[in-house]
């Protein structure tokens, strides 16, 4: 990371600092070459002092229409951010798979800097929520900049919404919206097993995160292009999720009848959530009145 940041700095102080442009650019490059050349070489792994929430990752195995998920985070946070773990396993029946909500979590200054994640709604009133993020190590705390230099594995995270969900609301008082999607079960359920799969190989083959390539965002829109066989192309809201609900808008996929200002104005949950404070009944709770019949 350190290192990564220095890189930033040197480029920049050469960019400014020479007058020709032409000089600027050679020593640029030669600048850049093994710094390059140094994090191209660096290799992912599974076998590092992870941070307790980062210390498995999730796999599922797979039996016709039921998929057991192995080792899904369950994690109680207090207010200044400690835990009690807690992992558990869990059956889903493929055909119970009712409905999808795109998790929507802002922070930061910038506007655009969100975390991008999905729940998936069973018939059996359970919730599963997937979620693509940075492999964390003990004392290690995210950077875009970092993020670009391979210095974070990528994980899927496969969580209670208890862990997920709280966490962004009790805990980090990020503002997060709960939408329901369009994309009724059969999708859902394409959707679902497209991500055990990638979360199964990432299990066996670690991998490193991209800020730009291979982030929570991004891996959404590529399960989103395999599942429908469309491509998405280069596209801003991708690359800054907080605008993720602007596309689902162009995709036909908000709730029907309704634009990003009325689903803004609707499903947001943080309210809902600190009244609830993290009970048994929290993923009813931060629904109340979201969808007709709750």
């Known amino acids: 990371m ?10 920049l102080a050469l960019v400014v600092g020479l007058r ?3 000089r600027a650019f050679g020593a640029l490059a030669g600048w850049t070459a093994p710094v390059l050349i140094f994090f191209l070489l660096l290799s992912p792994s599974n076998d590092r002092d992870w941070e307790a929430p980062s210390s ?23 207010e200044d951010g400690s835990w009690e773990p807690a992992w558990y396993d869990a059956t889903y029946d493929l055909d119970e798979l009712e409905r999808t909500w795109f998790v929507l979590t802002e922070f930061g200054e ?7 994640m999905l729940s998936f709604e069973f018939s059996d009133d359970r919730f599963v929520v997937l979620s693509v993020e ?9 950077h875009p900049v970092g993020g670009a230099f391979r210095q974070y594995e990528l994980m899927y995270v496969v969580a209670d919404e208890r862990d997920a969900l709280a966490l962004r609301t009790l805990v980090h008082r990020d503002s997060t919206w709960l939408i329901p999607m369009r994309a009724g079960p059969e999708k859902s359920a394409e959707f679902f097993m497209d991500m055990v799969h990638r979360m199964n190989d990432l299990h066996e083959e670690p991998m490193w995160y991209n800020t730009l390539f291979n982030s929570c965002s991004s891996n959404l829109a590529r399960h989103y ?16 999720p907080g605008f993720g609900d602007e596309l689902l808008e162009e995709l036909d996929l908000l709730p029907e009848g309704m ?11 943080n309210d809902r959530a600190l009244a609830d404070g993290g009970s048994l009944d929290f993923s009813r709770a931060i629904r109340e009145g979201s969808l007709p019949g709750r």
């Open 2 to 11: 350190a290192l990564a940041l220095l890189w930033a700095a040197g480029a």
């Open 20 to 22: 020709s442009r032409q």
């Open 134 to 142: 940075i492999r964390r190590q003990e004392g290690e705390a995210y």
């Open 110 to 116: 910038m506007e655009g800097l969100a975390h991008v």
């Open 225 to 240: 292009e395999r599942v429908n066989d469309l491509r998405l192309g280069w596209d801003r809201r991708i690359f800054l």
């Open 259 to 269: 634009d990003r200002q009325a689903v803004r104005a609707r499903f947001q949950v």
């Open 56 to 78: 498995r990752t999730a796999h599922a195995t797979i039996d016709g229409r039921e998929v057991t998920l192995h080792d899904v985070r369950d994690f109680r946070y207090a």
